[in-house]
């Protein structure tokens, strides 16, 4: 069983930026797809971003692309990052992270459809104008 605990997130103007943290735990091995979700009030979860643990691959949304980042920690592989910069208020949501043991969900192309089975416990970025 595979628990995922986020951390970061708050309030910050447009043009600024944010990380957001997702550290994993109860698996022991690195063959597994995270990604990271965002669902703005009244909206569907739509996939940001993912990265394939043993492999460092990542893939992104069109409309994040160039300004958000995800990568793994140097030393702790199990940490996720999402750096967010050159933010806008559409990107005002809350943000999960999500995880998959295997490849399937990142190199078959599905990153993007929030069917994780792993959750994390979500966290707020407001963007204000």
């Known amino acids: 069983q595979v628990q995922l605990a986020q951390s970061g997130g708050g309030s910050v103007q447009a043009g600024g930026s944010v990380r957001l943290s997702c550290v994993a735990s109860?698996?022991?091995?690195?063959?597994?797809?995270m990604g990271w979700f965002r669902q703005a009030t009244g909206k569907e979860r739509e996939g940001v971003a993912a990265?394939?643990?043993?492999?460092?691959?990542?893939?992104y949304a069109d409309s994040v692309k160039g300004r958000f980042t995800i990568s793994q920690d140097n030393d702790a592989k199990d940490m996720v990052y999402l750096q967010m910069d050159s933010l806008k208020p559409e990107d005002t949501a809350m943000y999960y992270c999500?995880?998959?043991?295997?490849?399937?969900?990142?190199?078959?192309?599905?990153?993007?459809?929030?069917?994780?089975?792993?959750w994390g416990q979500g966290a707020q970025v407001t963007v204000s104008s």
């Open positions: 999500a995880a998959e043991i295997g490849e399937t969900k990142c190199y078959g192309g599905s990153w993007y459809f929030p069917d994780f089975p792993y």
């Open positions: 990265i394939y643990i043993d492999g460092g691959s990542t893939y």
């Open positions: 109860g698996y022991s091995y690195s063959n597994y797809c």
